[in-house]
């Protein structure tokens, strides 16, 4: 099998969508041996900022000299960016042998009336390829709610890491923060350890302690009360932290949070007896490259791309352009899924922009433009559709003056889609 074989087969299993029930993953485990008893992990679940902070974690004990997994999704602009080690991709080949070998077991399952989705067959390629390759611990992100999600086989962790929780994917996980924080907290094992994020609902921060304590687990709150911001520019923030001054390129004061959460984790982890200097840490977030966080695509003109598409993803991005282009005229190109709540997301950007093209990321979920459009022209005049990505940005880039900012917003799927074409 080749690569684009492996791909093939892997998206053909999309059909059967994002199922919440752990018997599909513990049967595919339990063929090949259940791999992931064989690793180590830091476990992470929530609504916003499990990327980023996974990405931290990951990237500092790296620098710790550890061999690391990291399982995250989506991925931005190649698929295989889902499963890494110290950075590294899995190689094309490596992934397709290991599809070669799942495929017929998805067979098998399926005469037994046994449905593997597309991510359950991502999460155990990520365990067979972590295992093979000897890693020394998985940093491992929650794919959807966290209690009935693929990657919660796992029999225990080094720590279970919480960070933010909001309104997303409330037709599955429920309609109130307490409902969500439930499942999210699913990950939450018997006598283990556990970070919290500094949640912005008291209520919801109080139900994550309660839901620790009743597992008998060791609740260690985010370090956010030992960090002290500097400045806030547009490649990130400088902070101090025990000490310390620490760059974060990571743009916006959401990921202050988010590193103040990984620190705290990381802490957890020396206390298990991880081997992580002050340096290393200092070298982990400083070379940190996330993509689609706010993230500078280009200098000439500055062009910035997010995938920020829930009402918390949104309000990060609201306070990073009020914070650091209040005196710029910005230019967006603008597309949102239609299950997402774009007449927010329109209500808080659309006013802060000087001209809008919307647009159709490469998405059968799409909200199509010229719908999209007609919720932006009360808020923005200068409002035209564009279905296709890159005649948008084209459009932008032409419209653009040296000082103007373009921003792609409201979707990683158009994120991928303008990163691709900017190449």
């Not at 796992?154 to 309104?167: D, Q």
Request: proline letters at 4%; aromatic letters at 8%; hydrophobic letters at 40%.
């Amino acid at each position: 099998m080749n690569y684009k074989e492996a791909l093939d087969f892997i998206h053909s299993r999309d059909v059967f969508g994002s199922r919440p029930g752990m018997e599909r993953i513990e049967a595919l485990c339990k063929a090949f041996g259940d791999p992931q008893d064989g690793l180590k992990y830091v476990h992470v679940a929530g609504t916003n900022g499990k990327g980023s902070t996974c990405y931290m974690i990951a990237s500092v004990l790296k620098e710790s000299g550890y061999k690391v997994g990291l399982f995250t999704s989506p991925f931005i602009v190649d698929f295989r960016e889902r499963i890494q080690i110290n950075g590294e991709m899995i190689p094309e080949q490596a992934l397709a042998d290991i599809i070669s070998e799942v495929k017929p077991v998805v067979g098998k399952l399926s005469e037994q009336g046994i449905e593997p989705t597309e991510f359950e067959i991502i999460t155990v390629t990520a365990f067979l390829y972590f295992l093979r390759q000897k890693c020394d611990i998985v940093v491992l992100e929650v794919g959807l709610g966290g209690l009935l999600d693929s990657t919660n086989i796992i029999k225990k962790s080094e720590v279970s890491v919480i960070t933010s929780i909001s309104f997303d994917h409330t037709n599955i996980l429920g309609d109130t923060l307490l409902k969500i924080a439930e499942h999210k907290c699913g990950i939450f094992k018997e006598g283990g350890k556990v970070v919290g994020y500094p949640q912005p609902d008291f209520t919801v921060e109080r139900y994550i302690k309660d839901k620790a304590k009743e597992k008998n687990c060791e609740y260690f709150s985010h370090d956010l009360s030992r960090v002290r911001l500097v400045r806030e520019e547009i490649d990130g923030s400088t902070v101090i932290y025990n000490g310390c001054t620490f760059k974060i390129p990571l743009t916006g004061k959401h990921q202050i949070y988010n590193f103040a959460t990984a620190a705290s984790a990381i802490n957890v982890l020396k206390q298990n007896g991880w081997n992580i200097t002050q340096k290393s840490m200092l070298d982990g977030i400083a070379k940190l490259k996330i993509p689609a966080r706010t993230e500078i695509v280009s200098r000439s003109p500055l062009t910035v791309v997010d995938g920020g598409h829930n009402a918390e993803g949104i309000d990060a991005l609201y306070n990073s352009l009020v914070t650091l282009f209040k005196d710029k005229k910005i230019i967006a190109v603008f597309g949102m899924m239609k299950d997402k709540d774009y007449a927010y997301a329109v209500k808080k950007i659309a006013p802060l922009c000087e001209r809008i093209y919307t647009t159709e990321a490469s998405n059968p979920r799409s909200l199509d433009a010229k719908s999209l459009a007609a919720e932006v022209k009360p808020y923005c005049k200068k409002v035209k559709a564009i279905s296709s990505p890159e005649k948008a940005y084209e459009k932008a880039v032409k419209k653009a003056k040296a000082d103007d900012v373009i921003l792609v917003c409201g979707s990683l799927y158009l994120a991928s889609d303008i990163k691709k074409i900017i190449g």
